[in-house]
């Protein structure tokens, strides 16, 4: 029987949240439970275009829940993470910390 590989730490990693912005976002929701969008753009140094874009893919994935209300007169939109939002970070996370300590320790290349 022959042995296979390990799979490299980088074949773990969601092409969903590991996006930049998308990371940046899941990040602070995990924070702070419970973001408002404002605070999120200014946070994160976006236009309000690109946000709800990176929102619209994070919802459609199930990693976020959007909640529209008022805050007196105003409008405002809230995100929060949902259980398959935090796992996801979860795991993104863990196949960081995978990544990272491969390059730390000098873990060699798979064989071709």
Known sequence: MT??????????????????????????AHQ?????????????GLTAGNLSQHLS??????LVE????YEGKRARTWLSLTPAGDRALRDEVTQLKRLIH???HG??????
């Open 32 to 44: 702070a439970r419970r973001v408002e969008f404002g605070f999120l753009r200014t946070a994160l």
């Open 66 to 69: 959007i909640e529209k209300g």
């Open 107 to 112: 873990s060699s290349a798979p064989e071709s």
């Open 57 to 62: 893919v994070l919802e459609k994935a199930g």
């Open 3 to 28: 042995e296979q590989p390990e799979q490299h730490p980088v074949t773990g990693l969601d092409d969903v949240v590991h996006q930049r912005v998308r990371l940046g976002i899941l990040t602070v």
């Open 102 to 104: 491969q390059i730390e």
